[in-house]
């Protein structure tokens, strides 16, 4: 088993800068892929970013690339997104998953989420 635990959410000015970071504890996090998904008002959750166990290898949602950055520290078991040039439709609830698979981009590919952390973005 693997617990994750989200922080670093909160409330951003459009344009703004948030970091979220994500705790792992149990099973060896470093083994495993993990990533970002979100669920913003009224929608269903989407993926936002994911890493592979090694960090070399990460991908995006089309809405955020080229302004969010996912990192891994396999040291300290903690996964983290650099969000930038904040946009009010990134406003959401953000959540850690991670995977035993390779590829993580799709809700049914994780096997293990976090409990989630609010993001807003005011205009």
């Known amino acids: 088993q693997v617990q994750l635990v989200e922080s670093g959410g909160g409330l951003v000015q459009a344009g703004g800068s948030l970091r979220l970071s994500c705790a792992a504890s149990?099973?060896?996090?470093?083994?495993?892929?993990a990533g970002w998904f979100r669920r913003a008002p009224g929608k269903d959750r989407e993926f936002v970013a994911s890493?592979?166990?090694?960090?070399?290898?990460?991908h995006y949602a089309d809405s955020v690339k080229g302004r969010f950055t996912v990192s891994r520290d396999n040291a300290k078991n903690t996964l983290y997104l650099e969000m930038s040039s904040m946009q009010p439709d990134d406003t959401a609830v953000y959540y850690c998953?991670?995977?035993?698979?390779?590829?993580?981009?799709?809700?049914?590919?994780?096997?293990?989420w976090g409990q989630g952390t609010q993001v807003t973005v005011s205009s």
């Open positions: 149990g099973q060896t996090f470093s083994s495993l892929t």
């Open positions: 998953a991670a995977a035993r698979q390779v590829l993580l981009i799709t809700p049914v590919d994780v096997d293990y």
């Open positions: 890493i592979h166990w090694l960090g070399s290898r990460t």
